[in-house]
């Protein structure tokens, strides 16, 4: 069996305390972590984090990232203008079980202000543990591919 890549990490200044408690829980399960920030909750703008986790998964880097600001939205927008990323926000065990099952999401975005621990560690859990279903859910994620490599076609002149 191939030993797996770490989860990527990262947050905004809204996110951070939530994402010290994600990196401190997914380390006492025994799961490689690679941190990129932010280190305190000094204001920083959150498209450079979302951006640096995104580059970790689509390079192979990283088997998959987790994301945190204040609702988990700003995170997503930004991972998503990344070629092959399916960042989803989840603040429930439902979404974060979807988000995999049936949307083989890449990255999980968190929102520090809409989480406590312990919600927090049920949906990672549930997230890391759902697989992908495939079968008809496939085909929708082709087609989610193909919008996504249409319209990041290099544009020729």
């Known amino acids: 069996m191939p030993e797996r890549k770490p989860i990527a990490l990262a947050s905004d200044h809204a996110g951070y305390p ?3 408690k994600v990196r401190e829980y997914l380390i006492r399960k025994g799961i490689a972590v ?3 920030g932010t280190h305190s909750t000094g204001r920083v703008d959150y498209p450079d984090y979302a951006e640096k986790v995104a580059g970790q998964v689509v390079e192979g880097h990283a088997d ?3 994301l945190v600001c204040g ?3 700003g995170m997503m927008l930004a991972a998503n203008k990344v070629q092959g990323i399916r960042a989803l926000p989840c603040n429930d065990t439902i979404s974060a079980h979807f988000a995999r099952a049936h949307n083989n999401g890449n990255i999980l975005t968190l929102g520090g202000r809409m989480l406590d621990e312990a919600t927090m560690q049920k949906i990672i859990d549930t997230w890391l543990a759902t ?3 495939g079968g008809r859910h496939q085909l929708r994620v082709e087609k989610i591919d193909a919008i996504d490599a249409h319209f990041h076609r290099e544009k020729s002149s």
């Open 18 to 20: 939530l994402k010290e």
């Open 34 to 36: 690679k941190d990129f």
């Open 64 to 66: 998959c990232g987790i």
């Open 71 to 73: 609702t988990g939205l």
């Open 131 to 133: 697989p992908f279903e």
